[in-house]
């Protein structure tokens, strides 16, 4: 390799003037700088602007040694191995006297597309300020910047020249009969700027420029060989290698856990919601729309749905008030010798005589209502239909009676054994005790005024409790339990679900997950008069999608267009425990956090409320011990303690905050949760949330962020990174969020 003096020495021996040699400028042109590793970089100008995506004839002023760490720069001024960052350059360079004084020549420089991404953000900045100083006149040897500011003007008119030049040199060669491989450049035209670009060295395959390298011309003229053989290299590579499709969010893709949802699925939620603007016009019964405004949404004044609410509600009321016809039970369906059957019940998962749904919205959005409304309307309007149908018996029943009665007759005994004991119409299971609360609260409050029963089955109430609340003197129409309680419960009464028409599953990806899914799968043949399964998830992870297609092939997938993105409402912030001033000690790093959470002035006159996630149960005491111990009111959730009435605090209405200064800190409440308290669990009240680790998944990372930013409000969240996390991984979330996308 030649050494950077030898070429610096080269290149003034033409024309006696500081021009650099032939060999080393593709474009051919001389630098208003003079300087021999500006007009390296010069020829580049064209690939790079392209690749940096600035408009022709724009420039990239960038000072330093930054600058010069340009890959042909660095190949031309004789380095042996290209340096792997600028650091390394600036040590080789201060090495090399000849180089020392390349690089402090005043120049304009070209970084290559890599380098220059990284520290793009610094260069816009510089630029700004320095378009805002004033032009100066001369050389005050105060620095690069300045005299790079200096060059401007000088270089725009030369780049003109240049451009100009250039077209005239290309309608020569046109005219000429056979063009010598040192005249063949790209045709002008943006066509052939891009194709141009697109081959830049380092975006061609190794061997391609091994082999431009190693080109018997690369021996003979040092630039120009190199030219020549990766021309040649180009267009052989023209023919066999496409250049592969970028791949974006590569990270994501690692961790890829979630299904992908079509556009033309997203799109169907658009039209819906157009359609169904109010709740009136789902045509729900007059107690229904009064027990929601009143009692459900708290009195809320402009009652609108929401898109998961617009897209489901439709789809799931049942406006007909008689239970649709059974389908024959399988032995009856048997088909008789010679003949084929009916239906093909034989075969799990072929076919199913209940409907099946999948409702999956983004978190806090709403779910728990497009389906719970639906449900409650449905039952009722059947309640309805029944009683009226035995009223109208009863008065049949009574005339006929009438017209036959003998003087003596006396009325026969009522009837005392009641079959519907202990058989509700629907189930809703959800994975916790929490869950069962929040829902069977819900329920509660819309059955005061639709009037129905409803209870709640989770290990929070004793046996006693729940066999009266079940099998007691009054029959609840809807019970809502962990899947754990009634498959227990259903297992020693399996008639009991044999008046069961809706199964709910809430939080179905992970109801459906290795864990809950022999519990859950256990429970729905026991209802075999269902008409109706409803599975609800904020995530459509590919196990499930895989079991649904499988299990339940005519599924009805009722999916909104947000899903799997996080809204842009919840700020995302990467914390760098490894940097100053926390130094890997990431409890100080959220502390920190929370120190200024406590001080800004979002939340005025009430106490905030900040969730911190973490990964593992351990770490839920480290951390609430460390955030005790420097004055937060920081708690811990974790099985053993009573979850229930610490997220109630998280759920409910906020309170007041104590307006001294001093008391802020500790009027703050910190919950310290693994992901137990991250799925489903309602806490509006919440607008910060720290990710003291990163999510193992996607799944997780929507779920621990869907905490904030609920129904329509704004949201914070910090993620902390250190040495073990994948930083990679988080950017690309991060990216993923700014631009509004799903998650993958
Ligand atoms: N139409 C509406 N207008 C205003 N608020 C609503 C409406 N529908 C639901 N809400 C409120 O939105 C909040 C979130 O609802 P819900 O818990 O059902 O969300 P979700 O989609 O199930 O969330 P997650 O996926 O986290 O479980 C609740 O406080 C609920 O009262």
Known sequence: MRSASALVRRSRQSNGVSRPSQLLLPSQTLSPSGSVLHDICYSCLAKLRFAQGRPHGSHVPVAGYAAAFHSSAISYAGMRTKPKSVKNFRKAVEGNRALKELVQKPSRMVLSAKVGRGISAVRDKKTRLEDRRPEPAIDTGGGMNRRVFKLRSDDKQQYSRDLERRRREQKETASRPSPSPFEQRPAAGPRAERSFAGKLPQDRPKSDRRAAAAAPEANN????????????????????????????????KHIASLDHVSSKTREVTHAAEERFGFFETFDLLPQTLEALQKDALDGLENMTPTPVQSLVIPQLLDKNPAPPLRPLPSHLLKPKRGQSPAVDNSQEGSRHSFETYLIAAETGSGKTLSYVLPLMDTLKRREVHQKEQEALKEQQMAEVLQSKRWMFDIDSPPVTQDTSIGKPFAVILVPTSELVFQVGTLLKKLSYIIKMRTEMVSKDFTGKVIRERLFGRKTPDIIVGTPFMIDRITEANPQMLHRTSHIIVDEADSLFDRSFSPLTGAIIPRAV???????????????????????????????????????????????????????GNKPLACAHILGNIAKDSTEPGYKKRVVVFVNERETTAEVTAYLQEKGFDAVEINRDSDSRSILESFTGEKEAAEETEEERRGAMKVLVTTDLASRGVDTKTVKNVILYDVPYTSIDFIHRLGRTGRMGRRGRAWVLVDKDSNQEYVKEVRKTMFLGQALI
């Open 221 to 252: 003229y040092a630039g120009a060989g190199r030219r020549l053989a990766s021309r040649q290299a180009d267009a052989d590579s023209d023919k066999k290698y496409t250049r592969p499709p970028v791949r974006r969010f590569a990270q994501m």
């Open 529 to 583: 008069n269902l008409e109706k399964l409803i599975l609800c998830s904020a995530t459509i992870p590919k196990s499930l999608d895989t079991y649904i297609r499988r299990k339940y092939p005519e599924c009805h997938r009722l999916v909104t267009a947000n899903l799997h993105a996080i809204p842009r409402r919840v700020q995302l912030q990467v914390i760098e425990a490894e940097r100053d001033p926390y130094r």
